[in-house]
Each structure stands twice: as C-alpha cells, then as structure tokens.
C-alpha cells in the first residue's frame, strides 16, 4: 500500500519563475495539506483541499495556489517565485478526522 | 492564534539516557496533538497522537503525555540509542469544523545520541 507520494523530490529555479509541486495521497484518504517548511523552521500550513475545493488557508500570499483533482491528487503552484521560498515542501493526506500521513517532500531551492 | 513552543531546541547525549522533550501550546482548545519524527531532509513520521480527552499514549520506549489545562506536552524516550537521533516535532490541531485537519507545528528539538 503506497503512501503519500511527492514530485519532483528536488527542484531548483529562479526568482521570478513558477512552480508546480505534485502529491499522491495514501490509498483511501480524500483531503490534502500542503506545509512550507524553511530551515530549521517547524512546518507553516499552507491550504488544505478537499472534494476538490480549498477548505482552509493559512497566512501565505496568493501567490501560492493549488488544485485538486478527482482521484484526489493534488498540485501546488507558486508563482513570482521569491528566495523566501526556497523550503521543504510537504504533503499530507488524510480521511475525515484520521491523521494525517506525510510524504517525503519537495526540496525547492531558488537562486 | 495557536503558537506551539519546543524546549530544548537540541539535546546532545549519550546512549541509554532517558531523555524529555517539552512542548507547550497557548490555546487550549486542542482536538489532538502529535508528536513526529524528522530525519534529515525528510518527512515527517508520525510516533503518538493524544486525543485531548487523553493523559498518554506509549508506544515502546516512547511515552507522550498531554496536560491540556497547563497547554503542555512531554515526550518520554527511554533508554536511548543512537538511531533515534533526529528532529521531534509537536503538532497540536485546533479543533473541528473549519479547522479540521490543520497542524500548528513548533520548531523541533534536534536530538543527537552518541555511542
């Protein structure tokens, strides 16, 4: 039974590109999150999308978008990409009020 | 808005040290809290989840408590060893409804185990 899965494992662009993450949630789980976490930093919530809607946002600029699809996979794209963003991108998926499972993240860095 | 605090910020010790980790949160009106495991440039593992109606949870040599009054929570390690060095996570989600789901994380604390 796979877990959740991230891609790409690492990326690298420049200021000003944009980014697409991707995430396949844990065999039978319905809602993902997405976390920011800078180094040496606790992870930072970033949205949380379910049935294909973004249920709940955390303080991160619209730059910072996402979409779920309905095998309930999930992309995160940042736009004008910024050397703040650079972190560990993590995905978590979960079903109702069971916890969440994460995956390996994204390491992004921008140059 | 919930702010969760880790102490020590990293521990250094040597093999077969029982060892606490200290988490504090501000908001009481938890739902449940967590505490995970990073490894380096990793995600995170999921080790005890505490229901706020809980006191602890053990699982192997890792006993969690939670007192939700005070806003604090204590990771337990016994008799370490050098494999559980790694970043300790504490999460608290902050209830139901619009919330559901979403974690307020602290900064870890870094634990080194030596031989």
């Known amino acids: 039974d796979a877990g959740v899965t991230q891609s790409p494992t690492h990326l690298i662009k420049t200021r000003g590109q944009q980014v697409t993450l991707r995430c396949s949630p844990k065999?039978?789980?319905?809602?993902v999150s997405w976390y920011q976490q800078a180094l040496g930093q606790g992870p930072q919530f970033i949205f949380q999308?379910?049935?294909?809607?973004?249920?709940q946002r955390g303080n991160f600029p619209d730059r910072f978008s996402g979409h779920q699809f309905p095998n309930y996979s999930s992309e995160l794209n940042v736009n004008a990409l910024l050397l703040g963003d650079s972190a560990l991108y993590l995905c978590?998926?979960?079903?109702?009020?069971?916890?969440?499972?994460f995956g390996d993240g994204t390491r992004l860095s921008i140059l | 808005k919930q702010e969760v605090t880790q102490i020590p910020a990293a521990l250094s010790v040597p093999e077969g040290e029982n060892l606490v980790l200290n988490c504090s949160f501000t908001?009481?009106?938890?739902?449940?809290l967590q505490w995970f495991r990073q490894d380096p440039g990793k995600g995170l593992t999921s080790l005890l989840l505490?229901?706020?109606?809980?006191r602890e949870q053990t699982s192997g040599r890792l006993n969690a408590s939670l007192d939700k009054s005070s806003g604090r929570s204590t990771l337990y390690i016994a008799a370490s060893q050098p494999g559980d060095s790694a970043t300790y996570l504490c999460?608290?989600?902050?209830?139901?409804?619009?919330?559901?789901?979403?974690?307020?994380f602290g900064r870890g604390t870094q634990l080194t185990v030596w031989p």
């Open positions: 978590a998926s979960s079903l109702g009020d069971q916890p969440q499972h």
């Open positions: 065999s039978g789980h319905d809602t």
């Open positions: 999308y379910y049935e294909e809607e973004e249920r």
């Open positions: 908001d009481s009106a938890i739902y449940n």
């Open positions: 505490i229901q706020s109606s809980q």
């Open positions: 999460a608290v989600s902050p209830g139901r409804g619009s919330t559901l789901g979403r974690l307020y």
